[in-house]
């Protein structure tokens, strides 16, 4: 049975797409990334969802209470919204530790993709997309042996590897993921390590417990960094709906 968790991590302010809205509120074909993300974590068996919330808060949180979401909604705030994104995960370090699904906010992608890492067999697992080229901008997850060993925007020179694709975005831990990033969220955040991604903390964790990845090549799926980035989800949208 897959977790019944999730964390949604919406606190940044999204500056290279020259917008002063909030990510999670930009709409791609009528609707907002947003209400998505509650419509597929509902198909996928999700129950209730931690909205970490920082830049704009009151305009987040508003338009949620406006709405009915299909599955319960909560909120936990990370006033340093402006550092590293480790800090918002570790704003949720107690839903992680329990084990659950967390995820980025700027991203465009079909139900069937979000049910596809409730439903993986792996305790703990990210998604991988061997279609993506390294380029600097994108994380890439490296896998050796059957276990997902590194997650950077540069790994190709730490190869060779059996599998080298584009992180999704989204993680899933149990237990024993859980307890592995609760310890090194907080000794990062505890000794002041503030501005770096979370991803520095996955790497760590990597090393310590075992963690699968599920493969979603067959999925259309956008992260939304730059304005061609809302132009791309614009035309995925239409195979998504």
């Not at 980025?104 to 067999?121: F, I």
């Not at 990062?188 to 770096?196: H, Y």
């Not at 999925?219 to 980035?229: G, L, Q, V």
Request: glycine letters at 10%.
């Amino acid at each position: 049975m897959g977790p019944k968790n999730a964390v949604l991590l919406a606190a940044g302010r999204g500056r290279r797409l020259g917008t002063d809205e909030p990510k999670s509120l930009i709409e791609i074909g009528g609707r907002t990334l947003l209400e998505r993300h509650f419509e597929n974590l509902h198909e996928a068996g999700i129950e209730a969802v931690t909205v970490v919330t920082g830049y704009q808060e009151a305009l987040v949180r508003g338009f949620v209470e406006g709405r009915r979401p299909p599955l319960d909604v909560r909120f936990l705030t990370n006033p340093a919204f402006e550092r590293g994104s480790i800090v918002s995960l570790h704003t949720a370090v107690h839903l992680v530790a329990d084990g659950c699904i967390w995820m980025d906010a700027d991203v465009l992608y079909p139900a069937p993709l979000m049910k596809r890492l409730a439903d993986s067999a792996h305790e703990n697992c990210v998604l991988l997309d061997a279609r993506s080229d390294e380029t600097g901008e994108e994380m890439m997850l490296g896998v050796r042996g059957g276990r997902v060993r590194t997650i950077a925007r540069k790994i190709s020179h730490l190869g060779p590897w059996d599998l080298m694709g584009e992180a999704v975005g989204f993680a899933k831990v149990g237990p024993s993921g859980g307890a592995a990033m609760k310890r090194i969220l907080d000794t990062d955040v505890g000794a002041g390590r503030l501005d770096q991604e979370y991803e520095a903390a996955m790497n760590t964790a990597f090393g310590e417990v075992a963690w699968g990845y599920e493969r979603v090549d067959d999925f259309p799926w956008t992260e939304i960094d730059f304005p061609e980035d809302v132009e791309k989800a614009q035309r995925l949208v239409q195979q998504i709906d």
